[in-house]
Nanobody, 128 residues
Framework: QVQLVESGGGLVQPGGSLRLSCAGSSSKSGFALAYWAVGWFRQAPGKEREGISCIFSRDNSTYYSDSVKGRFTISRDNAKDMVHLQMNSLKSEDTGVYYC?????????????????WGQGTQVTASS
């Protein structure tokens, strides 16, 4: 079993920035988030969960949805075994609960049912 914990959410004015972090742990020895593909999803009130970015485990290549491309950057910090999502130029429509999930990445999208493990989410609100 893998546990994921997100942090870094909060309230920010439109145009501002936030950095989300995802940390993983497991009771199984030898676990490292670095060995897993990791994705970030978000869910706005009344809307479906949307996959916005993921990072491969094999070569750290990345995927972004059109809605965040050019504004968000996903990266790994292997020394701390974490995955970050740097979010710049935030808009009101970026508001929602952000989740990290482990297990899949693709250049063609991020089906939620491909992800084996999920965090509890962190709230991001972009509002003046």
């Amino acid at each position: 079993q893998v546990q994921l914990v997100e942090s870094g959410g909060g309230l920010v004015q439109p145009g501002g920035s936030l950095r989300l972090s995802c940390a993983g742990s497991s009771s199984k020895s030898g676990f490292a988030l670095a060995y897993w593909a990791v994705g970030w999803f978000r869910q706005a009130p009344g809307k479906e969960r949307e996959g916005i970015s993921c990072i491969f485990s094999r070569d750290n290549s990345t995927y972004y949805s059109d809605s965040v491309k050019g504004r968000f950057t996903i990266s790994r910090d292997n020394a701390k075994d974490m995955v970050h999502l740097q979010m710049n130029s935030l808009k009101s429509e970026d508001t929602g609960v952000y989740y990290c999930a482990a297990g899949f990445c693709s250049d063609d999208g991020m089906p939620a049912n491909e992800y084996a493990f999920w965090g509890q989410g962190t709230q991001v609100t972009a509002s003046s």
